[in-house]
């Protein structure tokens, strides 16, 4: 069975969703369903549910699988996927936590490189080769050295891309183009590359990239909707407009580490998130100046539900 056919239903563009809290600091269920159903009514093509900007590293384990099964007949409700965030530095409990949240049902598990522990190339090829091979469902590998410390290089995802079938495509967020570049040239065809930095989703699209998994979508999912569909309709020219119109948002959505920004931002517009959990805390006077300016010229397009 091919990658493709493993993985087709799967879209240009998700939002790595944030996840809302109480003020408490419990997560919120139902705001969390609200916020997976306005980004897919505003452009996103599915969700992303426990990754970084999820606040991963401060989930449990068991608040993460609520987050799974209460949000995934919502998105589906839209026909629409969610992609679990199951990785780990720790290959069984990456194994344990895709093989439950395999069992819920999602649509596609979020495998990012095992962080602080630093393996080696072949580590990282032996733990993702052991999770693809322990479930049926599709798997997007997440590549993000900034955070990890480590570097996936092209030949290790070309070299998983070729061996594990279920392994679909990678969230690629090293920021190198040339990378990129390589593994787009040397992958099978079948093998999907979403971008995983907002600044770079065009430059990687351009280059034969498929889609993107954004922060910035969580404001202005219906623009960087309208950014691919232009590019797919042949006007390279109006993509790039929206590139760069965007470009103050994304700066600013990344002054501190998100998902703070984003969330203050959220919180900002309407669309109640809650605040993050420590160790984050929400940005400064002067950081929130900076949002609000990018914010008042970006268009915002968010449809909360009142």
């Known amino acids: ?44 093509d599915g969700v992303v549910v426990a990754g970084t900007t999820g606040e991963s590293p401060t989930l449990t384990h068991e608040e993460e699988r609520v987050l799974f099964r209460e949000l995934l007949p919502v998105v589906h409700e839209f026909e629409a996927t969610l992609i679990a965030g199951t990785g780990s530095n720790s290959t069984a409990t990456a194994i344990e936590a895709s093989e439950l949240a395999a069992a819920i049902g999602v649509d596609g598990l979020l495998q990012v490189v095992p962080y602080y522990n630093k393996p080696s190339q072949e580590g990282l090829y032996q733990h993702f080769r052991a999770v693809a091979e322990a479930v049926d469902t599709p798997i997007m590998l997440y590549n993000v050295p900034g955070r990890t410390g480590v570097n996936m290089t092209a030949a290790t995802t070309v070299r998983l891309a070729e061996d594990c079938p279920n392994i679909a495509g990678v969230k690629e ?59 797919e309709d042949g006007d390279t020219a109006k993509a790039g407009e929206i590139q760069v119109r965007l470009a103050p948002l994304i700066k600013a959505m990344f002054l501190i580490g998100n998902p703070a920004p984003v969330k203050w931002a959220l919180n900002e517009v309407g669309f109640p998130a809650g605040p993050p959990r420590l160790p984050l805390i929400e940005p400064d006077e002067a950081i929130q100046e900076q949002i609000r300016a990018a914010l008042a010229v970006s268009e915002v397009d968010l449809i909360t539900a009142d």
């Open 1 to 44: 069975m091919t990658n493709t056919a493993r993985a087709d239903h799967w879209g240009r563009l998700y939002t790595a969703m944030a996840t809302p809290m109480r003020e408490d600091g419990e997560i919120d269920i139902e705001q969390a369903q609200a916020l997976a159903t306005a980004l897919i009514e505003s452009g996103s």
């Open 173 to 231: 967020a090293s920021g190198d183009l040339e990378q990129i570049a390589e593994i787009i040239r040397s992958a099978p065809p079948e093998f999907r590359i979403w971008s995983g930095n907002d600044g770079d989703n065009l430059a990687i699209l351009s280059m034969g990239g498929y889609g993107a998994v954004s922060v910035l979508s969580h404001l202005v999912g219906g623009q960087i909707k309208a950014m691919y569909n232009a590019w």
